[in-house]
């Protein structure tokens, strides 16, 4: 141990502090940046960079219109999340999802998706999006890993098959991540997307919750 | 759909080799950036990057003295992970885990944890530390969230009442988050941290997986 060393100052503050104090500090740090938010979609973006301790996600994540709206309208309308990953699947809030009527699956596990996949030369991931199209009520997309899932979606879509409810289109990554977004977000889908390479499993949940959490707020 | 808009064009690669694609986009950028990686420790700091496209992780990981080596011969001899997530559980590859005699675990559900964390006052996280620290066999932390599990643990390492036998300490945010990663830095538990804000259970399970593709490559 290095016990002269000075360290940065612990803050003490009880665990149920710690979240709106990270929002304080974030609120704060934008405001130096002269970042100002729309007021619809701060409370998403705010939850992106909670996750992430990146501020990039305020120049990068993509609304099309009234996407927070609808996709609150949705889960409170009971949708079914699909996430293309179990870790995307874990980072939901699963107390405030069994609050609204909604539910989230996650297909990556299944056995008879993995071997469909092999048949087919194609990814788990696409082969999730095709089962998710199949579900009934609302499907809202969850896809924080995988860009063969958003190039799935998108060739239903264009090709007219189906058009999910709502898109959460967020893969990381460096092979398709740019171009599936980039098509994704041509569609007619409702979509929060964060266009260039970053994204990932916890940034989906977190939005996610965001969405969730508004929901749980306006009904306090 | 805008039919005339052009897109980043689609790499038309087999699914099984996405992953090493994007590994050679990365290698080819760290390149035409200048920059050299540890033979030891490119494994690792090159999972972070694919699971984040964050370059920063070059600048900002940490490795106390040959901890790839100890972390890979901890997992051979069938070390207990204990993540301080579900996320960073699920994000462990299990096929690989199995494949070693190591098992990887998480308190953060149970609820006598969180019972107890309620009682006094403190954060699941760190009860479920104090739990981990009961554990037979060697430990290998992965806490790719809470500061305060890393908090936690520094106490225990102070106070003499236990030192894990490995720390992969890379939670992300904004309260105690710099501050938890330099204490324990300061301790003599070999550990790979992320210095600074960043990280994430994405971060935390991409280097447990580094580890654990080390062991499967050396044994092809």
């Known amino acids: 141990m290095m016990a002269d060393r000075v360290f940065t100052e612990i803050e003490y503050i009880r665990p149920m502090e710690i979240e709106a ?4 500090i974030i609120r704060q740090e934008l405001s130096e940046r002269g970042v100002t938010l729309d007021p619809v979609q701060a409370a998403t973006v705010m939850r992106c960079i909670h996750s992430s301790a990146d501020f990039d996600y305020v120049r990068t994540l993509r609304f099309s219109e009234n996407a927070v709206e609808r996709g609150i309208a949705l889960l409170k309308a009971g949708a079914t999340i699909v996430t293309d990953t179990n870790m995307a699947l874990a980072g939901i809030n699963k107390r405030a999802l069994d609050r609204c009527k909604a539910r989230a699956i996650c297909y990556m596990a299944d056995p008879r998706i993995a071997a469909e996949a092999k048949k087919r030369g194609v990814t788990r991931a696409a082969v999730s999006m095709e089962a998710a199209s199949r579900l009934p009520g609302p ?9 063969t899932a958003l190039l799935s979606v998108y060739e ?15 893969p ?3 092979v398709n991540v740019v171009a599936s977004k980039e098509r994704i977000m041509s569609t007619l889908v409702p979509y929060i997307v964060n266009a260039g390479r970053k994204g990932g499993s916890n940034v989906a949940a ?4 965001s969405l969730l959490y508004q929901i749980e707020e306006s009904r306090l």
């Open 21 to 24: 104090r990270s929002m304080e």
């Open 139 to 147: 499907v809202m997309l969850a896809i924080g890993n995988a860009p």
């Open 156 to 170: 239903m879509i264009k090709s007219g098959r189906w058009i999910p409810d709502f898109l959460i289109g967020v």
């Open 172 to 174: 990381v990554g460096f």
């Open 206 to 209: 977190a939005i996610v919750n």
